[in-house]
């Protein structure tokens, strides 16, 4: 499964090419995004990224509607924060549906969901550049943390034909997607015999211990 890793500051780029599942898209078009930014607003380039990355929302969405890809802002902010458009199970079934960027302006991070074929039906596959891989997410939690004040996750929904398939220089190997855990479960592992004995052993005394002591009536 396509997988780019977390490299310096460049999250912003990765969250692109995991979310188009291709390195077509480089640091040469971020660099070129935000050139476009400044010429077409005046906005300074530093306002936009830095030596080592760490791109602004601008530069991020700039760069995937360079390559021909629509982007829309998919959660709005009134009296409370309202999912806007298609929801996510509709999106997971239009044909152009690319993935959805995901700005996390508390942790100061992208990254992006994703949708995987699989055996025929599309899950959605919530990726993280930092993380050992890509994870798979239901559409109601995805959903509830965008909408969710405590995660404020800013989503920004990219539609498009594919692109050409390009491998970057910081591809991963992960599992295969049967093995891939579900977003927000840890792998379930048998705990050892000896520490089964300890445990027992804790609980038997913990019961001994709550029991009355005996009358001497």
């Not at 991020?60 to 902010?77: C, D, H, I, K, P």
């Not at 919530?126 to 004040?149: E, F, H, K, M, W």
Request: proline fraction near 6%; glycine fraction near 6%.
């Amino acid at each position: 499964m396509f997988f780019a890793k977390q490299k310096s500051q460049e999250c912003g780029l990765h969250a692109i090419q995991n979310v188009l599942k291709t390195g077509a898209i480089t640091r040469q078009n971020m660099d070129s995004a935000c050139k476009t930014i400044h010429e077409e607003t005046g906005d300074a380039i530093q306002n936009h990224q830095a030596y080592t990355g760490d791109w602004s929302v601008s530069a991020v969405l700039q760069a995937l509607r360079a390559r021909g890809f629509e982007v829309y802002r998919a959660v709005e902010t009134k009296q409370c924060r309202e999912w806007k458009g298609p929801s996510m199970d509709e999106l997971v079934q239009d044909e152009m549906f690319q993935g959805i960027i995901l700005h996390q302006p508390l942790r100061r991070h992208f990254t992006c969901i994703r949708p995987e074929d699989e055996n025929g039906q599309k899950n959605l596959y919530y990726v993280d550049s930092q993380s050992s891989g890509p994870r798979r997410i239901s559409s109601r939690l995805a959903t509830r943390r965008c909408l969710a004040n405590a995660y404020a996750w800013e989503p920004f929904v990219v539609k498009g034909k594919d692109i050409e398939y390009v491998a970057p220089n910081n591809v991963a190997d992960v599992p295969e997607l049967p093995n891939v855990h579900q977003f927000g479960e840890r792998p379930r592992e048998k705990p050892s015999e000896e520490f089964l004995q300890a445990w027992r052993s804790f609980n038997q005394q913990q019961v001994q211990s709550a029991q009355p002591p005996a009358s001497d009536m």
